[in-house]
């Protein structure tokens, strides 16, 4: 069911060979809502989903999830209901930000939720109560990651990209995308991921998915964590795009882009390696109400 938005993805070169060869695949590109590596992430869950006669699916996130923002338009667009569980109960008295509005124009049903008890969204025990609730819905876990999410993760390295380059970049936020990568690419290759969070605890996460070691992950260009910013990514964006003509988004591909170069420029890659970043979309949150913080 996901044929009618598939197409080709063209490539970008940011750097022709000297001291790098460095191309993004712009899967920002893939669909207006349903972009980047949330299109992989979330195909073969809707396509389980509709295999198993689920009217809806049900999912978690926070405020400026790009997740929950693709998830309430590709439930919409295949004939789904959809139902939300956010992160934050204060949110429920606050006026919605761009990204659950739209959410909430997709017809997506948002249930606030404690940060207490949204902890408990990976146990069983709160998973089955959810479940009876919502008995005929899918549930898919927060940022999509499940066993089904990395197959479909493992769709993004084409032939060629395994031919074709020594180094995959992505950034990282639950994991799913990156263990994808690894499943996917072949011995030869090592895979990068740039963590939008501060910790090393995803490291844990994204070997629980492979039994490869040609990869890492890396903290030292989330500035500060999660969703948090500083004008010299702003300023990095704003220089980026005036070069390239590409759009980033400050939570996720402009950091990974932003470490990518740094190493670039510190030497950290050999002579002529071929180095392929991929931009992952998530343009809904291309806004600054997230705020600078230092």
């Not at 591909?253 to 050999?270: P, R, S, W």
């Amino acid at each position: 069911m996901f044929d009618s938005i598939a197409q080709d993805i063209p490539y970008h070169t940011l750097i022709d060979g000297s001291p790098v060869r460095l191309d993004l695949k712009r899967l920002d590109l893939i669909h207006p809502h349903i972009s980047g590596n949330k299109f992989y992430k979330l195909k073969y869950n809707l396509i389980e989903a509709k295999k198993r006669g689920c009217d809806r699916i049900l999912t978690f996130g926070g405020a400026f999830s790009n997740h929950i923002a693709a998830s309430a338009y590709a439930a919409h667009h295949f004939d789904f209901k959809s139902i939300g569980i956010i992160r934050g109960q204060e949110l429920a008295y606050r006026s919605l930000n761009a990204t659950l509005k739209t959410a909430q124009h997709y017809g997506m049903q948002l249930e606030f939720m404690s940060r207490e008890q949204y902890r408990q969204k990976d146990q069983s025990e709160f998973l089955h109560t959810l479940q009876s609730q919502y008995p005929s819905a899918f549930i898919i876990p927060e940022g999509g990651t499940n066993a089904l999410a990395i197959q479909g993760s493992k769709e993004i390295l084409s032939d060629t990209d395994r031919l074709n380059y020594d180094v995959i970049c992505c950034a990282v936020g639950t994991g799913g995308t990156l263990a994808g990568l690894i499943e996917a690419s072949h011995h030869g290759q090592y895979v990068i991921g740039f963590s939008a969070l501060k910790g090393d605890f995803l490291h844990n996460d994204v070997q629980r998915h492979t039994n490869k070691t040609n990869w890492h992950i890396l903290d030292d260009y989330c500035f500060g964590g999660y969703a948090k910013t500083s004008s010299e990514l702003f300023d990095f964006i704003a220089g980026f795009e005036q070069k390239y003509q590409i759009p980033l988004e400050q939570v996720y591909t402009a950091k990974m882009l932003y470490g990518l170069l740094d190493l670039i420029q510190k030497n950290d890659f050999d002579q002529g390696t071929r180095i392929l970043a991929l931009h992952t979309g998530g343009l809904q949150g291309r806004r600054h109400d997230i705020g600078v913080t230092e």
